[in-house]
């Protein structure tokens, strides 16, 4: 008699590691600005705070960075809620006055021109983030970035595209940047009336270059911005403090700014793409 063997039997197949740890499914109910953050807060990830910034394409004043915790389910209370840029200045105003009252928590980080130029707007724009998530008294479990991710944060976090539209708690942090800044801004024009930085906030529209190329860079004009340096050269004036020049600036700047790079530092390249708490520091 031949003798009875055993039917193959195949192993199954190892799962990657990845697939063992993967966590189970958020759904995201909804479409609105809030969605986001609930569905971290359902599964044990919160409080969140949304992280943003103002002043960034500035060529003058300072970049302000804000961190903010929203309650959750505060919609109704927050109505006007969305990115800043969106709202006029009067309605700016009534939503950080709102944000300010209904927050669990809030940092705003402002970080000086000379600061700006000496490490790179890029480089203090990341710094910046992560000095205003720590500066809270809340600790966040998670922390939600405008466009683009942060290292190093003392929390997980992920960079959300077009944060600022949609998703509530980064909306609020732009609206206390942008608040915080113009106000700023608006100071410094009383200070340097020459520039219209009340109506432009050191943003580079045609009136704001106009008045730098017949005045010149003031004491708040960031150096690492071509435009600014040019007009530096063309004046007589050195940078009055380090400053660190983009390697795509350094491409178009003209032979006369060539001739003062000893003062200029080099940055990486993307610092010349650029756009334009705890409470203040």
């Not at 199954?12 to 969605?35: E, M």
């Not at 105003?93 to 009252?101: C, F, H, K, N």
């Not at 959300?160 to 800044?181: E, F, M, N, P, Y």
């Not at 050195?238 to 060539?258: I, K």
Request: with cysteine; aromatic share 4%; charged share 20%.
């Amino acid at each position: 008699m031949s003798p009875v063997r055993s039917p193959k039997v195949k192993k199954p197949k190892a799962l990657p590691l990845a697939h063992l740890y993967r966590p189970p499914r958020a759904v995201v109910r909804g479409d609105n600005a809030w969605s986001l953050q609930s569905v971290l807060d359902r599964r044990g990830l919160g409080p969140v705070a949304g992280v943003d910034e103002a002043g960034r394409g500035a060529c003058a004043g300072p970049l302000v960075v804000a961190a903010c915790i929203l309650r959750p389910g505060d919609a109704a209370r927050l109505p006007e809620l969305t990115d800043s840029k969106l709202l006029t200045a009067a309605a700016r105003e009534r939503v950080y006055d709102r944000v300010l009252a209904r927050a669990v928590d809030y940092a705003i980080v402002v970080i000086p021109t000379e600061e700006v130029d000496a490490l790179g707007v890029h480089a203090v724009n990341v710094e910046g983030m992560r000095r205003a998530v720590s500066a809270m008294r809340t600790p966040p479990g998670y922390v939600l970035t405008d466009g683009f991710g942060v290292p190093g944060m003392p929390a997980p976090s992920l960079a959300v595209i077009k944060g600022d539209r949609v998703v509530a708690c980064i909306a609020a942090a732009s609206v206390l940047a942008k608040v915080t800044r113009d106000r700023i801004m608006t100071g410094l024009h009383d200070e340097h009336p020459g520039y219209g930085f009340d109506v432009h906030k050191g943003y580079s529209t045609s009136e704001h270059v106009e008045a730098l190329t017949a005045n010149g860079p003031s004491a708040v004009h960031r150096w690492s911005f071509v435009n600014v340096a040019a007009a530096g050269v063309a004046h007589g004036r050195r940078a009055p403090h380090r400053v660190v020049l983009s390697a795509a600036a350094l491409e178009v700047a003209s032979a006369p700014l060539r001739a003062v790079e000893d003062g200029l530092g080099k940055n990486g390249r993307s610092a010349a793409r650029s756009r334009g708490g705890a409470r203040i520091s």
